[in-house]
């Protein structure tokens, strides 16, 4: 005896709904490129400063659900101050990318212990853009998750608009 299953997931039941996932995933896609982009840009135009760690803190957030049924992760915030060609800006990225690292708590935690309030550290601020500064001049691949992620959705997005159009 040969027992055949398949998998299949169908996408949303309208053409309309199909075409709003595929809009939705291209977009999540164009962002973790554009994000991807930007932070190797910041990494390779970045300009060594001296900052002055201000303030530190893990944030909570949640996904769709919340406690009650969505994921938690945690943000590590440090809030540094920096002066570049004569100006003082403040920060608050660790890396160089708007797209952040997911953590649990305890990881969340040891980033922000490798640093103390009021402590000077080496930041690097983006010379072409120096409200953007950073602590770890090194590159996140969650903007290439993200990415991925909405190509995904775009395909799933697609491939339901063609099984609607063709029924159609």
Do not use: W
């Not at 055949?4 to 896609?29: E, K, Y």
């Not at 601020?125 to 995904?152: C, E, R, W």
Request: glycine share 10%.
């Amino acid at each position: 005896m040969t027992e055949s299953s398949s998998f299949s997931i169908d996408g949303p039941d309208t053409l309309r709904g199909a075409l709003i996932l595929f809009i939705v995933g291209l977009g999540i896609t164009g962002y973790g490129a554009y994000d991807y982009v930007q932070q190797s840009d910041a990494m390779r135009n970045a300009a060594e400063v001296d900052a002055t760690i201000t303030e530190m803190d893990v944030v909570t957030e949640s996904s769709i659900g919340g406690a009650a049924g969505g994921e938690i992760s945690y943000e590590p915030r440090v809030e540094f101050r920096y002066k570049y060609q004569g100006t003082t800006y403040t920060g608050t990225n660790v890396f160089p990318a708007d797209i952040n690292p997911e953590y649990d708590k305890s990881n969340a935690e040891a980033v922000i212990d490798e640093y103390e309030e009021g402590e000077s550290v080496t930041a690097y601020v983006d010379s072409t853009d120096p409200d953007h500064a950073f602590l770890k001049n090194k590159t996140s691949n969650q903007p290439l998750i993200a990415a991925g992620i909405g190509a995904m959705i775009s395909v799933l997005g697609a491939v339901s608009a063609l099984k609607k159009y063709r029924t159609n």
